[in-house]
């Protein structure tokens, strides 16, 4: 893996759509609207805009991206440029993943998820019988440019999903720096390198999720079988918070951790404000229906793995629940 | 890639059939019929049986794989075990290697190709928009088990399209043995590793096919071109023999070998038995029909790639051929 991880400010980027080396663009639909003056380029290169979403993350949409790719030639020395968040970049880079057996690729984050944690680390996936990155493939890009202005236009729901994986990354690494969650100096290219910085270290170490990696999927096992179970209405951000808050409770029952180190966990998850519908669903959902996703989930085979806190810090603790059981 | 080349005899191969370790089989439909003594096993793992062939090879097969590995529960510690021919390997291994981001995969080739070729060395394919591996993952199985009995099945026709790829082979390294092509000594396990063990340095020296490896596609732009014009009614080997001798006229055409060369090149494939109605095809088919098959070959994006000989040996040699010429 040999991702480089750039800024481009406005006229860097604008250059980017100006000459373009070559290839061709796939986008989240919003953003030719938003930013014209990128988009609207002299010469622009063939571009098909995406719906963005976990609901469009599926195979359907895939086969529609080979179409695209056939259409205009795309061969496997040319650069497919990918502008979007997490969903776009999950579904874009799993279609160029698999395409002549993989093309040449750029992502342009343009969430605060996408920038300090979904574009990162190579993971591609789509949807599929109604788990979540049911396929997927293991597919750095070549480049990751962030662009930190994106997030002017990104509606405050959507900034809060990229604060749940900071949340995230605060508790698995004790020298990262949170930055307010209510008011968040956001635009601070340092802080979200830094964030970046972490995720990169990790997927350096562990590039197929093998070990040290297995730890950022800290509430994602509950998270994404929320996810799921909500039909993809509880977003990602809120689904992990909830995922971390659960995984918190189960570590005290299972006797993992004191009393006082479960208020600690809860009272720092606590800063973030899950909306009322995912709490409500929350308390709604019995066990029975996330289940069947907890046992799909990719970490687990015969036995579940869950990542839970320990006396000794955030582990990957094996759950010996049989399929059936 | 760390993948192991081993051999099993009809005592170890009933063993792995009698205690598997866990997981399941996707294998060639015939093969449960051809070898009961295997596949009859007391306790057998979850069986799906798909038909060979190139016409086979394509999303909706792949798509049922994806469900049969949900309802087995399948998770990415599980082993796929894969018993078949290229067909079978290229599309059972690229469902593999996509599901949950990738399982453990185990093949067993049963055709002399497969033994030889298309099991080493990771890449997957599916057919997709008329094109040949349009589709395709790099993903090399952990282990690759032979098991030369099952060549004692196979049709001639079959066993003539392995010869095609040691043929190719014979021509790209001078100290490969060929065997006889009229009555050839089969079943001699040395042979076919000799064979496998040339095809596996090259993968290993360069996995992603981008400079050694492109070597081993000698032949393969006009025959995968001719396998998709002729709706895959000319099989692989033949198409292969045919690609070679028309990339050896094409050199000879341009320049880059000289008469003598050309003639013993053509005598070096004579040897080689193509049948009469993929030459009849050739014969018929007018080059407009083939184009748009070899543009949309893997290897070229602006420009054509073709694996050509020249006076310093067969190499890669790119024709600046634009795409609306």
Redesign the interface.
Known sequence: MNTEYLRADSIELAAIFQYPA?GVILCDARLPKLYPEYFGAAKPLPTLALRAGESSKN?GQC?KI??FL?EN?V????IVHVFGGGTISDLAAYAV??????CRLILYPSTLLAMIDAAIGG???LN??G?K??????YPAEKIIIHSPFLKSLPKAELRQGFAEMLKYSLLADDLLLPELVSPELGEDDIILSFALYKMQVCAIDPY?RKERLLLNFGHSFGHALEAASQYKIKHGDAIVLGMNIACDFSFQQGLIEEEDWADYRDWLGQYPVPAAAMRFLDETPLEVMKPFL??D?????SLRLILPTEDGIKVVEATIG?NS
Chains 1, 2 share one sequence.
């Open positions: 070559s195979m086969l080979y179409e056939s030639g061969g496997r020395q040319d993943s698999t395409f002549k057996r993989g993971k591609t996936g599929h019988l788990y990155n049911y396929l997927g493939s293991f999720d046992l799909q990719k970490k687990n085979g015969q399929k």
